[in-house]
């Protein structure tokens, strides 16, 4: 993975300038996808046809590929959270971010790549390929920020071989010198690290604003909003399924023209409550994307998990 060294030369407001730049091409791909979208109003297209151009209209708006926001805030906070099981009496569990809870970051980014996420192979190549393309720089400005001149998925697999199950005890001093050696980059370029962060997040927030016409939910001071309450929605279009949020339930409806409206859910956890489901049925989703293929038993344990985890 590059790391893009030429980009930290600049200063803040010319990486931003740069990043607005690179995914300029998303406000074109936007217009194109949804013109295509009216246009099967008046010319008959296929419901594969029109499932696909969702899903890329759908990808495109997301702006970043292989991490989300709340990746980010968990930078900048320093902290990972996990809500605890509905019988367990204890409190959420508050853990300190550590280097190895970066991964999954890079991990998904690369196999974003994956040419099965649509059944159209042109409409893949044309805007999810070329999103990838735009992305590298965006998440290698990130890695540099790290401080570490080796590529994120080979430090995993070493993570994976000789860390992760071994509790703390290493095999050789070799490897205990080389996984030392990250934490201590990873201590030392924690300022870099979460500056890199707040930028991004700052992008994100510009870049939907613009991309999509409304206020920005991600704040860069606030690492939470708590009085904040959105939608958690449950839709069909067809044989595929869709969970995601948003704070405006009509406009969201009007932009995905949903076959069924599964459930809905309006909460003030409503995206950890969608992060949560994203979870429990990654193996379901088509990567990258908020769909999902369920079987019916699952669509109807989708619906028991919305209720039950929605807080109030």
Partial sequence: MDTYKNIWEKNEDEILDFFHEITEPLNEMKIELEEKLNASKKIWMSDEEKLDLRICLDSVKQIFKGMEPSDLRGIVSGVLEFE?????????????????????????????????????KENYEKYIKVQYEMNKPIVGYLWNAFGIDENPLDIMKFYETNIQYTGGDYSTPEIKQRWESYLKAFFYNREDINKAAKLLLRFYSERTKTLNGEEPKEKII???DFGAKGFVYFIRNKDIFKIGITDNLLRRFNQLKPDEILNVVRCSNYETLEKDLHKKFKENRIPQTEYFRLENNQIEEVNIEMINGAEF
Avoid: Q
């Avoid at 367990?88 to 890079?106: L, R, S």
């Fill in 84 to 120: 605890a099981d509905e019988d367990d009496e204890d409190d959420d569990e508050v853990f300190e971010y550590e280097f190895n809870d970066c991964f999954p970051i890079f991990e998904s980014f690369d196999s974003w790549r994956n040419s099965g996420t649509v059944g159209n």
């Fill in 222 to 224: 606030e690492v939470k």
